[in-house]
Protein backbone atom coordinates (compact mmCIF):
# COMPACT_ATOMS: atom_id res chain seq x y z
CA UNK A 1 0.00 0.00 0.00
CA UNK A 2 1.59 3.25 -0.68
CA UNK A 3 0.33 6.76 0.58
CA UNK A 4 0.95 9.18 -2.58
CA UNK A 5 -2.69 10.13 -2.71
CA UNK A 6 -2.57 10.93 0.67
CA UNK A 7 -5.00 14.00 1.22
CA UNK A 8 -4.02 15.54 4.77
CA UNK A 9 -7.57 17.78 4.56
CA UNK A 10 -9.95 14.41 4.00
CA UNK A 11 -8.07 12.41 6.69
CA UNK A 12 -7.82 15.19 9.07
CA UNK A 13 -11.80 15.15 8.85
CA UNK A 14 -12.18 11.69 8.83
CA UNK A 15 -10.16 11.53 12.32
CA UNK A 16 -12.36 14.02 14.27
CA UNK A 17 -15.02 11.63 13.17
CA UNK A 18 -13.30 8.78 14.44
CA UNK A 19 -12.65 10.87 17.84
CA UNK A 20 -16.45 12.32 18.46
CA UNK A 21 -18.26 8.82 18.30
CA UNK A 22 -15.28 7.37 20.65
CA UNK A 23 -16.23 10.65 23.16
CA UNK A 24 -18.41 10.05 26.70
CA UNK A 25 -17.22 13.22 28.50
CA UNK A 26 -16.71 15.46 25.63
CA UNK A 27 -20.03 14.83 23.85
CA UNK A 28 -21.30 16.21 27.32
CA UNK A 29 -20.37 19.35 27.52
CA UNK A 30 -20.58 22.59 25.03
CA UNK A 31 -18.49 23.69 21.72
CA UNK A 32 -19.87 26.95 21.66
CA UNK A 33 -16.78 28.51 21.58
CA UNK A 34 -14.42 26.00 19.37
CA UNK A 35 -13.49 28.76 16.53
CA UNK A 36 -10.93 28.94 14.62
CA UNK A 37 -8.22 27.19 17.05
CA UNK A 38 -5.67 25.89 15.38
CA UNK A 39 -2.82 25.26 17.57
CA UNK A 40 -1.88 25.16 21.59
CA UNK A 41 -1.54 28.29 23.24
CA UNK A 42 -4.92 29.42 21.39
CA UNK A 43 -7.19 31.14 23.54
CA UNK A 44 -11.34 31.73 22.89
CA UNK A 45 -12.44 34.74 25.17
CA UNK A 46 -15.87 33.68 26.38
CA UNK A 47 -18.19 36.62 27.91
CA UNK A 48 -21.01 36.83 29.79
CA UNK A 49 -23.55 39.20 30.59
CA UNK A 50 -24.49 39.98 34.33
CA UNK A 51 -28.62 40.25 35.47
CA UNK A 52 -30.60 42.76 34.72
CA UNK A 53 -32.44 44.38 37.09
CA UNK A 54 -36.16 44.35 37.37
CA UNK A 55 -38.01 47.02 38.66
CA UNK A 56 -41.93 47.33 39.86
CA UNK A 57 -43.62 49.85 37.94
CA UNK A 58 -45.99 52.58 39.33
CA UNK A 59 -48.37 54.43 37.27
CA UNK A 60 -47.58 58.17 36.60
CA UNK A 61 -44.01 57.41 38.15
CA UNK A 62 -40.51 58.28 36.40
CA UNK A 63 -39.07 54.64 36.15
CA UNK A 64 -34.82 54.58 37.26
CA UNK A 65 -32.31 55.67 34.92
CA UNK A 66 -31.37 52.74 32.59
CA UNK A 67 -28.49 50.91 34.11
CA UNK A 68 -25.36 50.08 32.84
CA UNK A 69 -24.84 46.36 32.10
CA UNK A 70 -22.00 44.86 33.52
CA UNK A 71 -20.50 42.18 32.07
CA UNK A 72 -17.35 39.23 32.99
CA UNK A 73 -14.97 37.70 30.15
CA UNK A 74 -12.86 34.51 30.66
CA UNK A 75 -10.64 32.74 28.55
CA UNK A 76 -10.53 29.00 27.53
CA UNK A 77 -6.77 28.30 26.80
CA UNK A 78 -6.01 25.51 24.43
CA UNK A 79 -3.22 24.09 26.42
CA UNK A 80 -3.20 20.52 25.63
CA UNK A 81 -1.69 18.76 22.76
CA UNK A 82 -1.32 15.04 21.75
CA UNK A 83 0.16 13.29 18.89
CA UNK A 84 0.07 10.22 16.86
CA UNK A 85 3.14 8.47 15.22
CA UNK A 86 2.48 4.94 13.54
CA UNK A 87 4.53 3.40 10.43
CA UNK A 88 3.62 0.28 8.22
CA UNK A 89 7.11 -1.50 6.88
CA UNK A 90 7.45 -2.10 3.06
CA UNK A 91 8.06 -5.40 4.36
CA UNK A 92 4.52 -6.13 5.62
CA UNK A 93 2.38 -4.41 3.11
CA UNK A 94 2.09 -7.57 1.13
CA UNK A 95 0.72 -9.32 3.95
CA UNK A 96 -1.62 -6.77 5.14
CA UNK A 97 -5.23 -5.93 5.30
CA UNK A 98 -6.70 -3.32 2.19
CA UNK A 99 -7.96 -1.29 5.19
CA UNK A 100 -4.91 -1.70 7.50
CA UNK A 101 -4.59 2.37 7.55
CA UNK A 102 -7.92 3.30 8.46
CA UNK A 103 -7.96 0.56 11.39
CA UNK A 104 -4.90 2.17 12.54
CA UNK A 105 -6.59 5.53 12.26
CA UNK A 106 -9.42 4.43 14.00
CA UNK A 107 -6.92 3.13 16.99
CA UNK A 108 -5.31 6.73 16.95
CA UNK A 109 -8.17 8.87 17.43
CA UNK A 110 -9.75 6.12 20.22
CA UNK A 111 -6.65 6.84 22.13
CA UNK A 112 -6.73 10.08 21.44
CA UNK A 113 -10.43 10.12 22.72
CA UNK A 114 -9.35 8.66 26.06
CA UNK A 115 -6.95 11.27 26.35
CA UNK A 116 -9.78 13.62 26.39
CA UNK A 117 -11.81 11.98 28.59
CA UNK A 118 -9.54 10.87 31.21
CA UNK A 119 -8.76 14.97 31.36
CA UNK A 120 -12.56 15.80 31.81
CA UNK A 121 -13.56 13.58 33.83
CA UNK A 122 -11.49 15.63 36.48
CA UNK A 123 -13.95 18.73 36.65
CA UNK A 124 -15.16 17.19 39.59
CA UNK A 125 -12.21 19.12 41.44
CA UNK A 126 -14.39 22.41 40.36
CA UNK A 127 -17.59 21.33 42.42
CA UNK A 128 -18.81 24.01 44.47
CA UNK A 129 -18.30 22.67 48.63
CA UNK A 130 -22.47 22.42 48.59
CA UNK A 131 -22.57 20.62 45.51
CA UNK A 132 -20.91 17.60 47.28
CA UNK A 133 -22.51 14.35 48.36
CA UNK A 134 -20.19 11.75 49.97
CA UNK A 135 -17.63 10.96 52.12
CA UNK A 136 -15.05 13.20 50.69
CA UNK A 137 -17.83 16.11 50.17
CA UNK A 138 -19.87 18.39 52.53
CA UNK A 139 -23.43 17.51 51.91
CA UNK A 140 -25.67 16.99 54.96
CA UNK A 141 -26.95 13.73 53.29
CA UNK A 142 -22.96 11.85 52.60
CA UNK A 143 -22.49 9.03 50.50
CA UNK A 144 -20.54 6.16 51.32
CA UNK A 145 -20.52 2.43 50.56
CA UNK A 146 -23.34 1.62 47.43
CA UNK A 147 -24.84 -2.08 48.15
CA UNK A 148 -28.13 -1.96 46.64
CA UNK A 149 -29.47 -0.15 43.23
CA UNK A 150 -31.99 1.56 45.49
CA UNK A 151 -29.11 3.63 47.58
CA UNK A 152 -27.44 4.80 43.89
CA UNK A 153 -30.69 5.78 42.43
CA UNK A 154 -31.55 7.33 45.62
CA UNK A 155 -28.24 9.68 45.55
CA UNK A 156 -28.23 10.63 42.15
CA UNK A 157 -31.66 12.08 43.10
CA UNK A 158 -29.86 14.29 45.87
CA UNK A 159 -27.41 15.28 42.39
CA UNK A 160 -30.59 16.42 40.79
CA UNK A 161 -32.10 18.30 43.61
CA UNK A 162 -28.45 20.53 43.92
CA UNK A 163 -29.05 20.63 40.31
CA UNK A 164 -32.08 22.05 41.03
CA UNK A 165 -31.14 24.34 43.46
CA UNK A 166 -28.68 25.91 41.28
CA UNK A 167 -31.25 27.13 38.66
CA UNK A 168 -29.51 24.05 36.01
CA UNK A 169 -31.71 24.32 32.98
CA UNK A 170 -33.91 21.17 33.07
CA UNK A 171 -33.83 20.74 28.91
CA UNK A 172 -33.50 16.98 29.00
CA UNK A 173 -29.63 17.70 28.86
CA UNK A 174 -28.51 17.07 32.06
CA UNK A 175 -26.40 14.55 32.20
CA UNK A 176 -24.63 11.92 35.11
CA UNK A 177 -21.73 9.54 34.52
CA UNK A 178 -21.51 6.32 36.32
CA UNK A 179 -18.01 3.70 36.10
CA UNK A 180 -19.84 -0.03 35.35
CA UNK A 181 -20.56 -1.34 38.52
CA UNK A 182 -22.50 1.27 39.39
CA UNK A 183 -24.47 0.80 36.38
CA UNK A 184 -24.62 -2.47 37.38
CA UNK A 185 -26.60 -1.35 40.68
CA UNK A 186 -28.65 0.79 38.55
CA UNK A 187 -29.62 -2.49 36.69
CA UNK A 188 -31.13 -3.68 39.67
CA UNK A 189 -33.43 -0.54 40.32
CA UNK A 190 -36.84 -1.00 38.99
CA UNK A 191 -36.82 2.96 38.82
CA UNK A 192 -33.55 3.13 36.20
CA UNK A 193 -35.09 2.93 32.85
CA UNK A 194 -33.20 0.24 31.29
CA UNK A 195 -31.91 -0.51 27.95
CA UNK A 196 -35.21 -2.58 26.99
CA UNK A 197 -37.00 0.73 27.24
CA UNK A 198 -35.02 2.55 26.05
CA UNK A 199 -34.71 1.02 22.57
CA UNK A 200 -31.94 2.45 20.13
CA UNK A 201 -30.93 5.41 22.13
CA UNK A 202 -28.79 3.22 24.31
CA UNK A 203 -24.95 3.09 23.82
CA UNK A 204 -24.81 5.65 21.59
CA UNK A 205 -21.63 7.60 23.18
CA UNK A 206 -21.88 5.80 26.08
CA UNK A 207 -25.89 6.76 26.72
CA UNK A 208 -27.35 3.70 29.18
CA UNK A 209 -30.51 4.81 30.34
CA UNK A 210 -32.10 7.77 32.61
CA UNK A 211 -31.95 8.13 36.55
CA UNK A 212 -33.81 11.17 38.39
CA UNK A 213 -34.26 13.12 35.28
CA UNK A 214 -30.39 12.63 33.99
CA UNK A 215 -29.26 10.94 31.06
CA UNK A 216 -27.33 8.36 32.04
CA UNK A 217 -23.88 7.66 30.45
CA UNK A 218 -21.40 4.53 31.28
CA UNK A 219 -17.45 5.51 31.33
CA UNK A 220 -14.51 3.64 32.38
CA UNK A 221 -12.71 6.79 32.93
CA UNK A 222 -14.53 7.95 35.67
CA UNK A 223 -12.25 8.91 38.19
CA UNK A 224 -11.28 7.57 41.65
CA UNK A 225 -8.69 8.17 44.58
CA UNK A 226 -6.46 5.74 43.78
CA UNK A 227 -6.77 3.85 47.18
CA UNK A 228 -7.45 0.64 47.85
CA UNK A 229 -11.33 0.95 48.93
CA UNK A 230 -11.76 3.37 45.89
CA UNK A 231 -13.63 6.10 45.96
CA UNK A 232 -15.25 6.94 42.47
CA UNK A 233 -16.43 10.85 41.46
CA UNK A 234 -20.12 10.43 39.70
CA UNK A 235 -20.67 13.43 38.01
CA UNK A 236 -23.67 14.91 37.32
CA UNK A 237 -24.16 18.11 34.84
CA UNK A 238 -25.06 20.34 31.78
CA UNK A 239 -23.39 20.57 28.60
CA UNK A 240 -23.59 24.73 29.65
CA UNK A 241 -21.49 24.45 32.34
CA UNK A 242 -18.12 23.22 30.39
CA UNK A 243 -16.92 24.52 27.32
CA UNK A 244 -14.47 22.80 25.29
CA UNK A 245 -12.34 23.03 22.57
CA UNK A 246 -10.44 20.85 20.01
CA UNK A 247 -8.35 20.77 16.20
CA UNK A 248 -6.89 18.48 14.65
CA UNK A 249 -3.73 20.90 14.05
CA UNK A 250 -1.90 18.33 11.48
CA UNK A 251 -1.99 14.78 9.72
CA UNK A 252 1.20 14.47 7.49
CA UNK A 253 2.13 11.09 5.63
CA UNK A 254 6.22 10.65 5.31
CA UNK A 255 8.90 7.99 4.80
CA UNK A 256 10.76 8.07 7.38
CA UNK A 257 14.37 8.83 6.79
CA UNK A 258 16.29 5.58 7.76
CA UNK A 259 13.29 3.21 7.56
CA UNK A 260 11.58 1.57 4.25
CA UNK A 261 7.94 2.11 5.51
CA UNK A 262 5.02 4.94 4.86
CA UNK A 263 4.19 6.70 8.21
CA UNK A 264 1.60 9.28 9.45
CA UNK A 265 1.64 11.14 12.33
CA UNK A 266 -1.06 13.77 13.83
CA UNK A 267 -0.83 16.63 15.94
CA UNK A 268 -4.68 17.02 18.62
CA UNK A 269 -4.73 20.54 20.33
CA UNK A 270 -7.20 21.33 22.82
CA UNK A 271 -8.64 22.90 25.95
CA UNK A 272 -11.55 23.22 28.26
CA UNK A 273 -13.19 25.12 31.10
CA UNK A 274 -15.45 24.68 33.88
CA UNK A 275 -17.58 28.16 33.15
CA UNK A 276 -20.09 27.71 35.14
CA UNK A 277 -19.10 25.34 38.46
CA UNK A 278 -22.49 26.08 40.18
CA UNK A 279 -23.73 23.27 37.55
CA UNK A 280 -21.29 20.06 38.92
CA UNK A 281 -22.47 18.65 41.29
CA UNK A 282 -20.55 15.21 42.57
CA UNK A 283 -21.42 12.10 44.50
CA UNK A 284 -18.17 10.43 46.70
CA UNK A 285 -19.20 7.07 46.58
CA UNK A 286 -17.45 3.23 46.95
CA UNK A 287 -18.59 -0.24 45.87
CA UNK A 288 -19.27 -2.86 48.70
CA UNK A 289 -18.25 -5.32 46.35
CA UNK A 290 -14.90 -4.12 45.53
Not at 172 to 197: I, M, Q
Request: hydrophobic fraction near 40%; glycine fraction near 8%; charged fraction near 20%.
Amino acid sequence: MTLNNFIPQIWSARLLQNLNEAHVFANLVNRDYEGEIKNVGDTVKINAIGRVTIGSYVKNTNIAAAETLTDAQTTLVIDKANYFNFQIDDVDKAQQKPKVMDEAMREAAYGLSRAVDTELAKIHTSTPAGNKVGADGSSAKPGGVLTAGSALYDYLVDLKVILDENNCPDDGRRWVVVPAWAHGYLLKDSRFVNATEMGNQIRMNGLIGKAAGLNVYLSNNVTDDGQSAKTYRIIASHPAAVSYAEQISGVEAYRPELRFADAVKGLHVWGYKVVRPALVATLYAKNAAS
